[in-house]
């Protein structure tokens, strides 16, 4: 299949933090990308914004050797390379201080779209918000983006939000989870709402319960001390794993507008009901050698923080009530994979002999590895000898359906290409994320007044025990978390 590629207005693009982590690994490479399959209008341009001196060219030979270490294919493509660096410039700004924004005013063109890519601490985006304004770099269509996490609780969340909105207006922000524009994620909406075979059942009567599954193979190593002050709670569920919880249960919307997408997806969130403290399993990982656990990342022996979260949630509306929503996402767990399975229910008769080991239908759909869906069905086993049943799937991995091009877009570069274009539909709106973080928080409250500790489970396991018991006192089970 040859994918369409649908070319951009000029613009420029601000990134502030562009000598960070973020910007070298996932935000630069992704820009490249999308200038290597011709998006990028000729009058594009990049300007690095952070507090390091450098000049024009060093930066533009950072960013050169950024592209080499992450972007597999760069170091073939040199003379593509060199005109994408044609792209860039630098100024040197401290964003809690005054240098550097004249500057920053005097490069920016009139009459091509702004962009301003937040690539920094949360702390920041008040001091960036407000000299925007204040240098009249800022214009009415200009756009701002911001990183994860957007705070660590409802009061945090409410202060950015204030922050950003003191000077720009909500279809102004966009607020990044890259699960979001993960290929699998946007067509989760095209698969329900795009084909006539599915809503039909996408309800308490025919589905049992849903699974949503974000695990992870690495730990926290490296990134131990930033980690043990949020736990899987905030870096995990209270964002991606809601989203994908949303956007599996919400209504369908009128319309592929922005607004009216993230309508359906709030009344998602609004409508969870209080989960009960015996519905949650929160774990800690127990390394396999010694200074490999959780605790020795984290540098703190007693640390509460937990790895590994369980819940059962349950939908107060119309279609989901009786339906429950199983999420759990873990590190240091024995594979990394993304998925949502949808359990249908049995048939409510069967007139073959049962046979053992069968699950019933189920609908996965695979966020990584290898994006795909996946359809379990039961049929006769092949063969004389009466009938019996067996399971098969039908599979659809993208890129074998599709080929190469549906691996080749990373989640970033679609977001970024989609700021340009002023579609908000897949970003968080403020009172999307205020409301899971008026979901989350009294969950959490509630470990810290208990003091409750997490349950040890092994690093390359499934989890605690206890998560397994989570879903066998309901009857049910796991889908084994395999690569
Ligand atoms: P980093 O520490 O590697 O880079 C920070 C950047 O901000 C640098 O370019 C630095 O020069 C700049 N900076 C810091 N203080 C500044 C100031 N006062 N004025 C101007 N520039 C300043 O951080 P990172 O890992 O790139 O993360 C950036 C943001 O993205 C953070 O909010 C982080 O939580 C978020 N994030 C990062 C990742 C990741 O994989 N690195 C993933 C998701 C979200």
């Not at 030979?61 to 005109?83: C, H, I």
């Not at 249960?249 to 997806?265: F, Q």
């Not at 049962?354 to 994006?371: M, S, V, W």
Request: glycine share 8%.
């Amino acid at each position: 299949m040859v994918s369409r590629v649908i070319p951009v207005d000029p613009f420029d693009l601000v990134i502030f933090g562009a000598t960070g982590d973020l910007a070298r690994r996932k935000i630069l490479p992704g820009l490249f990308h999308r200038f290597a399959v011709g998006q990028m209008p000729e009058h594009a341009r990049i300007l690095g914004a952070a507090r390091s001196d450098l000049d024009r060219a060093t930066f533009r030979d950072l960013v050169g050797e950024s592209l080499l270490e992450f972007v597999p294919q760069a170091s073939g493509q040199k003379g593509l390379v060199n005109r994408f660096l044609e792209k860039l410039d630098y100024v040197r700004v401290d964003v809690t201080g005054t240098k550097g924004w004249p500057e920053l005013a005097e490069l920016m063109r009139p009459d091509v779209i702004r962009a301003f890519y937040l690539s920094v601490s949360p702390t920041l985006f008040g001091a960036i918000a407000d000299n925007l304004n204040e240098h009249g770099i800022a214009t009415p269509d200009s756009r701002i983006v911001v990183e994860k996490p957007f705070g660590h609780d409802l009061a945090s969340a409410k202060a950015l939000n204030a922050d950003l909105l003191n000077g720009f207006a909500e279809h102004q922000i966009y607020r990044i989870d890259h699960y979001l524009g993960k290929e699998t994620v946007q067509n989760l909406m095209a698969l329900r709402f795009a084909n006539s075979l599915w809503e039909p059942l996408w309800n308490s009567t025919h589905v049992d319960h849903v699974q949503i599954t974000v695990a992870e193979s690495l730990g926290v190593e490296g990134r131990g001390g930033y980690y043990d002050r949020s736990g899987a709670m905030r870096d995990m569920v209270q964002n991606h794993l809601m989203q994908l919880l949303c956007l599996t249960a919400m209504e369908p919307p009128s319309r592929l507008h922005p607004n009216a997408v993230r309508d359906e997806k709030v009344k998602v969130i609004e409508a969870l009901e209080p989960v009960e403290p015996a519905d949650i399993v929160r774990g800690q990982y127990r390394g396999k050698g010694a200074a490999d656990g959780y605790r020795d990342h984290a540098g703190d022996p007693d640390s509460r923080t937990e790895s590994f979260v369980a819940m059962k949630v349950n939908i107060g509306n119309w279609r989901w009530a009786g339906t429950p929503f199983y999420l759990r996402t873990g590190k240091k767990l024995r594979a990394r994979a993304s998925e949502i399975v949808v359990m249908f229910r049995d048939p409510p008769h069967m007139m073959f002999p049962k046979t053992e080991g069968l699950r019933g239908n189920a609908l996965i759909i695979r966020l990584q590895p290898d994006e795909g869906i996946t359809l379990r069905t039961t049929i006769k086993e092949p063969g004389p000898g009466g009938l019996r049943l067996a399971e098969v799937t039908l599979d659809m991995t993208f890129a074998d359906a599709l080929g190469p091009h549906a691996e080749a877009q990373d989640a970033y570069e679609r977001l970024i290409m989609d700021v340009i274009r002023g579609d908000q539909t897949l970003f968080m709106r403020g009172d999307e994320v205020e409301a899971a973080w008026a979901w989350a928080d009294p969950i959490i409250a509630n470990w810290e007044d208990a003091r409750q500790h997490p349950a040890p489970y092994d690093a390359g396991s499934s989890g605690p025990e206890d998560a397994l018991m989570l879903m066998h006192r309901d009857g049910r089970r796991w889908r084994e978390i395999e690569a």
